[in-house]
């Protein structure tokens, strides 16, 4: 607290001018509380002496400042920079008023602090500042940010080492109907000349028929399935192929070989319908299904430690590689 400066308010302690690790914390925090209406109620004044506690404006009592929980009587008291301390001696608790308080409100007002005080022992001991739960981490800190500015959604997030972070992101945003197609763009309000599939022309370009419905698509399905020895049902949706890749009755291993060569079908379908919208080539279904395979051994062969598979026995049998 010497060196940093005494509390202010809800904010953390921390001189304007002050630098230094805990000085960006307290900065940061007292931001988000001023900026963004960031509850800080998991930060815990613990008085001691009185010494270092602004009498109106820390939490020292309760989570909430006295200033927030009783403006009228803060606005009749004439030293609301004052601390704690000289606010008590032995006789009691002292107050700096304008006028006394008259009306009921500020009456009431009173007579509640004078029962919030009734419960307060002056210590010779420092005050101190406590984080809510016990020791301080980064972790609380982002937690705490992200459960207060981001937004919810009703699909957990879950993130496959054994694939690159981009693919990752990829099925995450797929996973939120947030990839640039061509009836999301529309939705956004982007104009297009069409709307049309074009991989199949046959229907409007979404998530679910792009990647299932579309007949280009539903053929790369059936080649990826006869391939790897995996029996892929027809899925009605995306959502319904989450579901599967975490339902299917397989052997833990085995489960993560058809995530990762699920993850690639999906991967390359979107590259192939790219390709063809940005640079005008035609394809080779057959192109698509080399690549789906080279792709998935790739991620299997860099990224998982018990590497027992090889490049022939994931071409024939890629199941019992791992």
Known sequence: MSIHGEGQGTDLPCFLNASGTWAS????INMLHTEYSLDTTFLLLKIGNGTNAKFWYDPWINDSSLASCYPRLLALDTNNS?????????????????????????????????HLFSS?????????????????SVSKVRKLIDNHDL???????????????????????????????????SARGIVLEEAGCCLCDESFEDENHLFLHCATSQQIWSKISQWS?????????????????????????????????????LWNIWRLRNSVIFDDKSFRK??????????????????????????????QSPLLSL
Do not use: M
């Not at 914390?25 to 940061?28: G, L």
């Not at 032995?90 to 008023?97: A, E, I, P, S, V």
């Not at 993130?159 to 939120?176: A, E, S, Y």
């Not at 080279?294 to 090889?310: D, L, M």
């Open 151 to 185: 937004a919810r959604f009703s699909i957990a997030t879950k993130w496959c080492k054994q694939v690159p972070i981009k693919i990752n992101i990829f099925v995450w945003r797929l996973k939120l109907s947030r990839l640039a197609t061509k009836v999301n763009l």
């Open 25 to 28: 914390i307290c900065k940061s």
């Open 229 to 265: 020895n995996i029996s892929l049902p027809s899925w009605s949706s995306l959502a319904n192929l989450w579901a599967w890749i975490d339902g299917v009755p397989i052997p833990q291993n085995r489960r993560l070989i058809t995530s990762i060569i699920i993850y690639a079908t």
């Open 286 to 315: 057959c192109h698509v299904i080399d690549s789906i395979v080279t792709t998935s051994f790739n991620w299997i062969f860099a990224r998982v430690r018990k590497k027992n598979c090889n490049w022939n026995q994931w071409l």
């Open 82 to 114: 004052s601390s704690v301390a000289s606010r008590y001696n032995n006789n009691g608790w002292l107050f700096f008023w304008r006028r006394d308080p008259r009306y009921g409100i500020e009456v009431e007002n009173l007579q509640a602090l004078n």
């Open 120 to 136: 307060i022992s002056i210590t010779s001991e420092s005050d101190y500042w406590t984080w809510e739960g016990g020791t301080f």
